[in-house]
């Protein structure tokens, strides 16, 4: 009996973190996302589409892709003036998309061009792409998906400095992200602070540990059918995570970003269930921001701004205002703001009226003299 309580405690655990990581996300098709009027006069974004190598992903066990695609919005001027350089934000997508259907999420160009319009500065925006077999990286350092965390904070950054006419300095790089993009955004922006300045963090998901399997659990399985543990032991193959149910998924990407195990094969992970799942949990928590935040307190200093919000009708509100009740206790200067909406409603909204104005704020334009 006490085995059998554990192991449904720790799929309440898996489905939980599943759904902090961007849940609403997962039938993105019916996701009703607001998108603001054309601004009048906006000029057109330049947008290409690029393959960056990923040298920190090379050798990842799950078979992740290590040539990866991103999408790069050049702003309106950037063809008329050959001498002039701009700042970059780095815009991270969340759980379950690609950059491909995140440019839709929050209807890029359109929005870009529009809040330059309203009088943004013009700048170069990136969406790197962090889809892997099980949906996700997490953003994370994990020898079974590759070093996200690395790919996203020097393989891309350096690309794109070496490949457009960025102002290459940490206080013109921007770091912006979403749902599993702003678990990206907290984890990456606390531990690479030497290279962005300003930081975003929307709706960010997986901020706590979630030991004690409290919340949204996994649905007790109709008569005859696999449990949720028969369906994840069951998986031997990316096509059969495929066919897995969302929640499950995302549960397997959970624990390739943070119990990996070179080991384990065919997935290289491990589970928290059964007899393993308290050393599983430990190492979950121990990628949870709200449990590390303390260790990056002079990190987090160094940015120029850091801003942070939440819709009132998403279950991450909780923990976001956690985070700045953290941030606040040690200093740390910070905004933070609760607007009506879910988890998604008003994502374009915002990165077109508060996302891109924030960095135009807060970045710097001037080029460093040599």
Not at 56 to 71: P, T
Not at 252 to 278: E, M
Not at 358 to 363: H, V, W
Request: glycine fraction near 8%.
């Amino acid at each position: 009996m006490r085995d059998t309580r554990t192991s449904h405690r720790s799929v309440a655990t898996l489905a939980m973190v599943a759904a902090v990581t961007g849940g609403l996300l997962s039938a993105a098709a019916q996701v009703k996302t607001n998108v603001p009027d054309p601004v009048p006069g906006a000029k057109p974004d330049i947008v290409e589409r690029v393959k960056i190598h990923g040298t920190s992903l090379e050798g990842n066990l799950e078979g992740d892709a290590v040539d990866r695609d991103a999408i790069v919005f050049l702003p309106p001027g950037y063809n008329e003036n050959r001498a002039r350089r701009y700042p970059v934000v780095y815009a991270l997508h969340g759980y379950s998309i690609g950059a491909e259907q995140w440019s839709q999420e929050i209807h890029v160009p359109q929005t870009i061009e529009g809040a330059f319009a309203k009088g943004a500065h013009e700048m170069i925006v990136v969406l790197p792409d962090s889809k892997t077999v099980h949906n996700g990286s997490m953003y994370s350092s994990s020898i079974t998906t590759g070093d996200f965390e690395n790919y996203v904070a020097h393989d891309v950054v350096a690309y794109i400095d070496a490949h457009y006419r960025t102002i290459a300095a940490r206080e013109s790089r921007g770091l912006v992200g979403h749902s599993m993009g702003g678990y990206g955004a907290t984890r990456i922006g606390m531990k690479h602070a030497d290279v962005f300045g300003s930081l975003y963090i929307m709706s960010p998901c997986c901020l706590s540990a979630r030991g004690s399997g409290g919340g949204r659990g996994a649905p007790p399985a109709a008569p005859g059918t696999p449990t949720a543990d028969e369906q994840l032991a069951a998986v031997k193959t990316p096509a059969d995570s495929a066919k897995l149910p969302f929640g499950l998924r995302a549960q397997l990407a959970s624990a390739a970003a943070w119990s990996p195990n070179p080991k384990n094969p065919p997935l290289y992970l491990d589970l928290p269930l059964g007899d393993q799942a308290p050393a599983v949990l430990a190492k979950w928590a121990a990628n949870a921001p709200l449990a590390f935040v303390d260790q990056y307190v002079l990190e987090l200093k160094r940015y120029r701004a850091i801003a942070m919000d939440v819709g009132d009708q998403d279950g991450l509100r909780v923990d976001a205002g956690k985070l700045h009740d953290v941030f606040d206790q040690y200093g740390i200067a910070n905004t933070f703001e609760i607007y009506p909406g879910t988890h998604t409603s008003d994502v374009a909204v915002r990165f077109q009226e508060h996302v891109m104005p924030f960095f135009s704020r807060t970045l710097s334009f001037e080029a460093a003299k040599r």
